[in-house]
Structures are given as structure tokens and as C-alpha cells.
């Protein structure tokens, strides 16, 4: 091809930039076409039935989503980036045959319910800001090399079909839980795009490697994966402690456990995962304060120590709140945990003592949230209704 007057040869440009991303730590580098028209009906579908929830910013573009050169006049490719983030773990317990047992460690937190969890992607640096800056940073060397050129640099930021994006440039299939899954790498991933004015040649799609398994749908607490590759996001555990701005609906609550901040269990369970990897970055490293810890010191954080700890990481976009609320929810299924079996060696003293201290807040939707873990003490309670 010919741009700015310069003959560049489209598979080498491709080639040298898959390098910089290599060593941008970008786990994969794929080109897909602009036209994606075919995951319009799907798309309207959706939204028709209202699956996005409180999500408006989902159908705010309407069918922009699915034509990024509506989005972004002048698009004719869009490199897509995959970053793995499965944090780097030292002496992380193994399998018999040597492999890093993760998903087991992760499964095991949720029989520790007064310990809550936080999804295994916001334990480190916030992911928009890295994969943003890394894009741009890959962007900037492009022009280096080949001078000016039309793009725009997204990361989950904008009305982007990024799934879609990623299976048609070979990145991964798409699981029955909607997500994109590699055989390589499983699904414990990131993902970028950017789109450009360059003609580059598209990456072949890869078939996919489910097969019969539903082991995602099977295990969804709250059965938010209606069927294969169809997710009802308004019943997500994910949706419903981090986008979910109100309180939380009551048949959703027990179900929740001690999962404050998103939920992996589809993920966790997928036999496809045993190939995750470890990230190459620190910055998704957990961080200290976050994850592994008891629900009453979480419970105890002022807005000044949540924007503190928080700061730098996704959790912090919930806002103090909303964490409470959350907290306060796990809190309450931690008493009913310890009402069934009271020989776990937690304190259903200590625990009620750390939610009665917040039955002032200001905020109406904490206040009630921590009414109603008071009254799980009890097994077999029912859930106090919603004021």
C-alpha cells in the first residue's frame, strides 16, 4: 500500500508491530474488517430486551457500536490487542502434574465467608489506564515508522464491540459465557483496540473449542447466562456489585455470598483456564489492602481510606458507597454462614458490631443494606423488605 507517499508493505508493518506489542506486553496482536454487520440483530436484540439493565450508555449509540467507521470516520482496520492478567504469584500452590492450581485457591475463598472477594482482575493497577497508555504508546511508534495516520486508541471505553472485535481477528472464540476464550490462554484476559486508517490484512478467526461443556452456565449463582453466549447482565453478580448504582434486588443477595466486587466463577470453572497465564506486568500484581481481607476491616474504611487504597485501581470507580453496600451485603450472608454452622470460628458478635457502626450513613441505600444483614442471623430468615 501507499501512504504518505511512501510504499509500505502491509505484512511487514503488521509483523514489526506485533513486535512492539510483544515487548509492550501484549500477549497478541490480530486485524479484523470494519464490517460487522452481522452481529447487528444480535446486537438490537439485546438491548430489546433490556438484558444491558441500568447500562445506558450501552444503547446511547445506537448501532455505532457495530460499525466502527460510523464511530470513527476514516476506519478501515482495527488492530486488536489481548493482554493477559492473571496476576504473578510466587510459590502459588501446584497440581500434581506442576500446574499452577488457581482456579482451585480462588474456589476455596468462597467457603472463607466473612473474607471478601474481589475479582481477580481489580486486584492490581487499573486496567484502562495500562492497556490505554500501552496502546498509545504502540501507536506512537507505528507513526515513527511509517509517519501521521488516522486512529483512535479504545480499551473498554466506548461504544466498541470489543468481544466481536477480538473473535473475528483470531484472538479467541466466544465462550458460551459471551466471553473470548483461547486455547492458549483461556480467557484471563484484556482487551484493546485501535482503529485506523491503514488497510492491514485481517486475521483468520478461529474455531471454536466448547464442544457440549455448559460448565459456566451450570455454575452461574445467580443464572445470569440465560444459554449459550446469551447473558441477561441485570442478573450478573459482576453488574450488581460494580454497574448496579441502587439496592440490590433481594433474590440476588444470598446468592452474592462474599463476592463484593465482581464474580469469576464462570472463568473459574472453564477447563480452558488451566492455560491462563501470568502476566508479564507488575501492574497487575494484587495489591495490598484490597483482596484476601476480613469484611469488618473492609467495612471500617472511611471514604478517606477507600480512595486511598483504591487509588490507581478499577474498584475505586464504584465509590464509597456502593463498596459499603457491598460489603455490608457479604457481611450479612457471613452471619447466616456462621448461624448454620457456628463452629467456623468467626464472631457473630464482632460481625454485627461492625455493621451496626454504619446504620447511620448518610446514604439510604447503605443504611438498608445494613439493616438487612442484621436480620440474617438467623438461618432460614427472611430477607427484610426493601424501604
Partial sequence: MTFNGAQIDPHQLLAQIRKWAGESGFSQIGVAGVDLSSAEP?????????????????????????????????????????????????????DAAGASD??????????????????????GRDYHKVLRTRLQQLQTRMAHAIGPFGHRVFTDSAP????????????????KHTLVLSREGGSMCFLGEIYVDLALPESKPVAAHCGTCKACIDICPTQAI????????RRCISYLTIEHAGP??????????????????????????KFARRST?????????????H????????????????????????????WLRNVALALGNALRALARDPANGESAGALRS??????????????????????????????????
Fill in 248 to 273: 440490590i434486588p433481594l433474590e440476588f443477595r444470598p446468592l452474592i455470598a462474599n463476592r463484593i466486587y465482581g464474580c469469576d466463577d464462570c472463568q473459574l470453572i472453564c477447563p480452558w483456564n
Fill in 295 to 322: 469484611l469488618t476491616s473492609l467495612l471500617a474504611w472511611s471514604e478517606e481510606d477507600f480512595l486511598r487504597i483504591t487509588e490507581g485501581g478499577p474498584i475505586r470507580r464504584i465509590g464509597h458507597a456502593r
Fill in 102 to 123: 488457581w482456579q482451585r485457591v480462588e474456589f476455596d475463598r468462597l467457603n472463607c465467608p466473612a473474607e471478601g472477594i474481589v475479582s481477580v482482575y481489580a486486584r
Fill in 354 to 387: 461492625s455493621l451496626a457502626g454504619r446504620l447511620d450513613h448518610p446514604d439510604p441505600v447503605v443504611r438498608e443494606q445494613v439493616v438487612w444483614a442484621l436480620a440474617q442471623g438467623a438461618c432460614g430468615v427472611a430477607a427484610a423488605p426493601l424501604s
Fill in 160 to 175: 466498541v464491540l470489543e468481544a466481536e472485535l477480538a473473535a473475528r481477528s483470531g484472538q479467541g472464540w466466544r465462550g
Fill in 226 to 233: 440465560i444459554g449459550p453466549y446469551k447473558l441477561d447482565a
Fill in 42 to 94: 444480535g446486537l438490537t436484540q439485546w438491548l430489546a430486551q433490556g438484558f444491558h439493565g441500568s447500562m445506558d450508555y450501552m444503547a446511547a449509540h445506537g448501532l455505532k457500536r457495530a460499525r466502527p467507521a460510523e464511530l470513527v470516520p476514516g476506519t478501515v482496520s482495527v488492530i486488536t490487542a489481548r493482554m493477559d492478567y492473571l496476576p504473578r504469584v510466587q510459590g502459588a500452590p501446584t
Fill in 281 to 293: 506486568l507488575p501492574d497487575f500484581d494484587e495489591r495490598g489492602g484490597v483482596s484476601g481481607r
